[in-house]
């Protein structure tokens, strides 16, 4: 496949169900196919739409690479070192703990009341992003990489600036890939998943930066805001709740820190009064169906 790749077979074919040469390459680990297809991947806007393309599961070639533990697929995908692909593998397999290719669900899965404010898998979750998290603390990042990471901070920063939080998110995982033991730069990469409404990610993001730091109110400011956004407003306001505790005597974060806070309190109480008078009601009707 890689000698055909080589010798000008179409790379950006499409087959029945979103199936390009890349899919097929990152799901049976062919290695050499993946680093033929990626020679000239900058220069070929064809290449780049398939490595984006969802297949029929919506998984993109990258998703397939992660799912089937493919670590040489997913450095040459991402043109990242090998302890970094492995913590993006890590990383999706574990927000992935069942396999949902080819299966379709008999009912709509996503509830039709609001979910409980901290479940178990919720907490699994984090837990296991945390621990992912810790196990980068024990690197040592050389000179030159920290170098070449705040460069392309720099250039994400300025994209920040700009609103352009697509070709941000690209230079913060650039930073990263170089030096993923800085906090700081996955807290900007969570402020730029936010503002493009991608929760999960802005939250994984947000946790990194937290069990990276600890001592930053910083990553306790992005854990608030990721948890806020996705309607987990206790835990939301716990993280503000620790971020003012690490601020005091600091009147400007703290005070920003206690604004969040109180707003997750605010939002946390509304809700809850919501679900008691929609249990309420419940609670009417069953006695309305006992008594006829």
Sequence with gaps: ????????????????????????????????????????????????????????????????????????????????????????????????????????????????????????????????????????????????????????KKHGNQCFSQQNYTQAILHYTTAISHDPTNATFYSNRSACHLSLSKLDESLSDAIYARTLKPDWSKGCYRLSMARLALGRYEDAALAAWEGVQLEKGNDSEESELKTLLQKCVRLGKKEHKEMEREKKKIEEMNTDLEES
């Design 1 to 152: 496949a890689a000698t055909l790749v080589r010798n000008g077979a179409d790379r950006g074919s499409v087959l029945s169900g979103g199936i390009t040469i890349y899919h097929m390459a990152a799901d049976m680990n062919l290695v050499a196919t993946i680093e033929a297809l990626m020679e000239d991947t900058v220069q070929d806007e064809t290449a780049r739409k398939c490595l984006s393309m969802g297949n029929a599961d919506g998984n993109t070639p990258l998703d397939l690479a992660c799912e089937e533990n493919h670590v040489e697929c997913v450095m040459l995908l991402e043109g990242i070192p090998e302890h970094v692909a492995r913590m993006r593998v890590n990383d999706y397999r574990a927000k992935h703990t069942t396999n949902t290719r080819n299966t379709t669900p008999a009912v709509d899965p996503r509830p039709s009341t609001p979910p409980p404010q901290e479940s178990e898998e919720t907490t699994n979750e984090e837990d296991t992003t945390k621990e992912l998290a810790q196990q980068l603390t024990t690197l040592t990042i050389s000179p030159e990489s920290i170098t070449q990471s705040l460069q392309a």
